[in-house]
């Protein structure tokens, strides 16, 4: 992408339904194309950024940390271990309330007997 010039500025109005025209030297500094979809965001009192969505895209991408040299497989095994890890941990807290297989097998059993099936 081309830096921009040093300088362009242009005055603009804003429009009774809120519209304003970005002059034509303004979007070419910007790069700013027919189509090009733009985000705009307030900036402080009486400013407003006007940003492509590329632009965006590429300035978070460019924030996020180089990948290089990760194991993301290792990294999700780990998490998954740990998830396991405290799932079992939880089951074996409420364990002694479920009693034996034995003993479920006769309460499902009675149960059936009580609803007649």
């Known amino acids: 992408m ?3 010039p040093s300088v ?3 005055p603009l109005r804003v429009g009774a339904k809120g519209r304003v025209v970005l002059p034509a030297a303004v979007r ?3 790069n700013i194309t027919e189509g090009a979809e733009v985000v705009a965001r307030p900036a402080g009192e009486g400013r407003v950024v006007i940003e492509t969505v590329d632009s965006i ?3 978070v991408w460019g924030a996020a940390p180089d990948a290089t040299g990760l194991d ?3 990294d999700v095994r780990a998490m998954r271990d740990d998830d ?3 799932s079992d941990a939880a089951f074996a807290r409420r364990a002694p309330n479920l009693g ?3 003993e479920s097998a006769a309460a499902g059993a009675a149960l059936l007997d009580r609803l007649g099936l």
């Open 2 to 4: 081309n830096p921009p």
């Open 8 to 10: 362009v500025s242009a």
């Open 28 to 30: 070419r500094a910007a």
């Open 57 to 59: 895209r590429e300035r």
């Open 72 to 74: 993301t497989t290792t």
């Open 84 to 86: 396991n890890h405290v």
């Open 100 to 102: 034996t297989e034995t």
